[in-house]
Each structure stands twice: as structure tokens, then as C-alpha cells.
């Protein structure tokens, strides 16, 4: 069992939103199908006993698919969010309204999905009201409803040993930590034993403590003394993961104290896998690349206009950067600085609330349109959609003396948007860089055409909440 996987994808956080999504699902076809038979009883006046919705006309999925985009943008699926709020309640509103309005896009190209507008509009309170009557259940009622994970860890190092905060920190409570073994044992007449902070053996926990899953040392492995019963475990239904993958599951992050090169070896591979996923990767790249051209280059000039009459100098920037294998690849970008604070051959890292950035470069900055001009690069095949940032050559050659496996993050092209970019702020300092190399490392381990699905539409709900830096 891959932890990644089942935490990205059927994980207890991602049952819990599919949840959710199904509950929404319902609310929506239900106020459609309600809306369809008023149309046909009042407008149509079919007899109410024959004024049946089924089977729903087309046009009412192409209506639910778009309200489900829209929630997912407006951040809806987010666990954390508290519906009994005023806000929280009008942002759920504006979702669907935005909803309605990618309908109504989808239709004015699709007219056979059309619903007519006494539907759309009798449908849209509707689905407000259901919607937040829905989530005001699930939030007090549903979101707790399973029996906690109780998992019992065997670390060697206080990053590890980090694993019982993180466990005892998740909002969802869906693991509990039911204990906490060093591995470092006695050894006696009765052999080699582990012993936790009151005294107890590891066979003694994991039977009294009903442990679901066993978490041990990436570094040091599985005390060989304990192999055979780890294996009973196992097949006994308790997951047995190593710390580095466990922690990754739980943080987004692979932390380099937990792994060594036996791990690299085990756990990671070449991003994602065969020739063909990199060739459809490849197809996705120009497909998406040339469309967000064509959406995008409108709006070119007045953004190039803006950035000149912000500060002088040229509207576009190009710097060499490393792409796939360390090559050289010169990239473009909107200037979002002053021209004088770049000189050649520097390579200061971007800061927060930089006195750099231009008052227009902020802007681009937070919706990343500053990042437009890569697209060419993408469509040329230097860059890719989803990858890692690229670098300039001077800190990745700092860089790569100071953390270990550093050239790992080369194995893949870089792209626009990336988990790193997602989940962590720029890195200020080497320091930082250190902690964003582990994001880089989970998503090279996760790699794949799904999990850059899902990145490109965590990106689309930055770009409208203008969460970028």
C-alpha cells in the first residue's frame, strides 16, 4: 500500500470530502429535477401527476458539473472552513452564482444543454439554501464520524519523534498516537527489546493499546529481532509504514533528516514512470500551453503597459535558469521588480513583502500572471505546466554542497506550478530551501498525470483568491 497515494487520493481527509462531494451532488440533481418539473407544470402545464423530471435532461449535469467546479474553486471542499460563519456563508453564495455563470458559458457554445432560464434561475436559491443546510450537517454531524487511527511509532530521531505532533496537531482527528518507542533497546539474558516510556515491550502496546498502524524508522529500519512479528502484524490488518512516507502523508513533506540513500533506492523512481505518461504529459503540456496562450494573449499589452508606466525598464524579463538534467534554459516573465535590484551574476532570494517588487509586480505576483511568458517556454518543451521551480545555476550549485540528494529535484522538467509552490512561501534563505527541497521531494515521489490534475486546479483556486507571492 502506497501511504502517498491513499493520502492524496482515498485517504480519511479525502473520504471525508468525497463526502461532502457526493452530499452536494445530491442537493444539486435534487434541485434541478425540482426545478424541471415546476417548468413543466407552470410553463408547459403538463398535469402534475405526468410533470415527472426523469430522466433529467442533459443539460441539468452540465449544470452540476459546473457548480462543482465552481465550489471546488471557491475552496469549499476545504475541511477547516466553519459554514456557520457569515462569510463562509456568502462565499458558499458567490460559488454558486459563479456556478451559474459557467453554465451559462458552457451552454451559449453547447446549446443543446441548454435548461432554459426559468430553471437555472428557480434552481440557483434552491442550491444555495440545500448547499449550506447540507454543510451545516456534515460539519457538526458527519466530519468526525470515524473512530480514530490509533498508531503506535518505533523513530530513532527527534524529527521522527516530530511524527507524534504532527498526529496529535491534525484538525480532523483521525489518528491518535497510542505510543512511542525509541529505537534503542536493552539487551539482557531475555535478547533485544523495546521499551517505551513506561516500560512496556512492543508486543504488549500493540496488542493492549489496539493498534491500527506501526510507524518505524526510515533510518535505522525495523529492529531485525521484530521482523517476523511485524509481519504477523501486517497480515493481522495493521499498516506498517516507514517514518519518511508516514510523515510525507501526514505534512506534504519528506523531512531529509528521516532518509538516507536506501530510502532514495526504495521509494523513489524516475517521475512519472514509462515513456508513454511522459509523452501524454508531454501532449498535456502543448494542449494547455497553447489554449492558455490564446486565452491570455488579449491581455498582454495591458499588462506590459502597466508594468512600464509602474517603473522604467522593459515589460519582460528573461534570466537563465536549470531545466531538466541541469540544462540551461532561458525562461520569460513579466518584470515584477525594480530593474536595479537584479544585477548579473546576484542571486538574492525573493523575500516576504519584498521592497523589490514593484506596486504592479505585487499584483502579478499574488494571481501569478507574472508567469505568463513561460508559457512559450512550455509550449517549446524547456518547461512543463506542473513541475519544479526552475533555479538559477549559482544556488543550485550552493545549494546542492549543503543538502543532500539535491540533484534529485533535476530528474524532472521544471514547471509553472508545483506542490512546492502550492504548499510553502519563497525561500528566503538556505535555511528555507532546505524545507521546500522536502515538498519537492514528496512531489517527485507522488509524480504521476493525476496528481498534476489535481495541482493545476489547486493552482486555478490561487490564481482567484489570489493566494501566490
Known amino acids: 500500500m502506497n501511504i502517498h497515494r491513499e493520502s492524496l487520493w482515498t485517504g480519511s481527509k479525502r473520504r471525508r470530502q468525497l463526502t461532502l462531494l457526493l452530499g452536494d451532488s445530491i442537493v444539486l440533481l435534487g434541485t434541478a429535477a425540482i426545478a424541471v418539473f415546476l417548468r413543466k407544470a407552470v410553463f408547459e402545464e403538463v398535469p402534475w401527476r405526468s410533470a415527472t423530471p426523469w430522466p433529467l435532461p442533459s443539460g441539468a449535469y452540465a449544470l452540476w458539473f459546473s457548480y462543482l467546479v465552481a465550489l471546488y474553486v471557491f475552496d469549499q471542499y476545504n475541511l477547516k472552513r466553519d459554514i456557520r460563519t457569515r462569510a463562509a456563508a456568502i462565499v458558499l453564495a458567490l460559488a454558486c452564482f459563479a456556478g451559474l455563470m459557467l453554465t451559462t458559458t458552457i451552454t451559449f457554445f453547447l446549446r ?37 487511527h490509533r498508531v503506535l511509532l518505533v523513530v530513532a530521531n527527534p524529527v521522527e ?66 521482523l517476523e512479528k511485524a509481519i504477523d502484524w501486517k497480515f493481522d490488518g495493521i499498516n506498517v509504514f516507514d517514518a519518511a512516507n508516514f510523515y510525507g502523508a501526514m505534512t506534504g ?15 523513489l523512481s524516475q517521475p512519472y514512470g514509462s515513456a508513454v505518461v511522459w509523452r501524454l504529459k508531454r501532449v498535456v503540456d502543448i494542449v494547455l500551453g497553447l489554449l492558455l496562450l490564446l486565452i491570455s494573449l488579449p491581455f498582454w499589452p ?15 524579463f528573461r534570466q537563465e535558469r ?35 517588487v514593484t506596486r504592479v509586480g505585487r499584483f502579478l505576483r499574488k494571481t501569478r500572471l507574472d508567469e505568463l511568458p513561460q508559457l512559450w517556454n512550455v509550449v517549446r518543451g524547456e518547461l512543463s505546466i506542473v513541475g519544479l521551480r526552475p533555479i538559477r545555476k549559482i544556488n543550485a550549485d550552493r545549494l546542492g554542497t549543503q543538502i543532500p540528494f539535491y540533484h534529485l529535484r533535476f530528474s524532472m522538467k521544471p514547471g509553472m506550478t508545483g506542490w512546492p509552490q502550492i504548499q510553502y512561501h519563497y525561500a528566503d534563505d538556505d535555511e528555507s530551501h532546505v524545507r521546500k527541497f522536502e515538498y519537492e521531494l514528496y512531489h517527485i515521489q507522488n509524480a504521476s498525470i493525476a496528481f498534476d490534475l489535481y495541482l493545476i486546479l489547486k493552482t486555478v483556486q490561487q490564481f482567484f483568491f489570489g493566494r501566490g507571492q
Do not use: C
Open 302 to 316: 495591458f499588462l506590459m503597459i502597466a508594468i512600464r508606466l509602474d517603473s522604467p525598464g522593459p515589460a519582460i
Open 253 to 267: 513533506r519528506v523531512p531529509i533528516e528521516t532518509i538516507d540513500a536506501r530510502w532514495v533506492l526504495d521509494h
Open 322 to 356: 536549470l531545466g531538466l538534467r541541469q540544462k540551461p534554459i532561458v525562461i520569460a516573465k513579466f518584470r515584477s521588480m525594480f530593474v536595479t535590484f537584479e544585477e548579473e551574476g546576484e542571486a538574492a532570494y525573493a523575500q516576504k513583502e519584498d521592497p523589490r
Open 161 to 226: 519523534r516530530g511524527i507524534e505532533l504532527e498526529v496529535r496537531d491534525r484538525p480532523l482527528g483521525d489518528y491518535t498516537v497510542a505510543g512511542v518507542f525509541m529505537a534503542v533497546g536493552t539487551s539482557g539474558n531475555s535478547g533485544y527489546q523495546l521499551l517505551d516510556e513506561k516500560g512496556r515491550t512492543l508486543e504488549q502496546v500493540v496488542t493492549s493499546e489496539a493498534v491500527d498502524t506501526l510507524v518505524f524508522s526510515a533510518r535505522s529500519g525495523f529492529p531485525p529481532e521484530y
Open 112 to 148: 443543446d444543454l441548454q435548461l432554459g432560464r426559468f430553471v437555472t434561475v428557480i434552481q440557483l436559491p434552491m442550491a444555495i439554501i440545500g448547499l449550506y443546510l447540507w454543510r451545516l450537517i456534515f460539519f457538526s454531524r458527519l466530519l468526525r464520524f470515524a473512530r480514530p
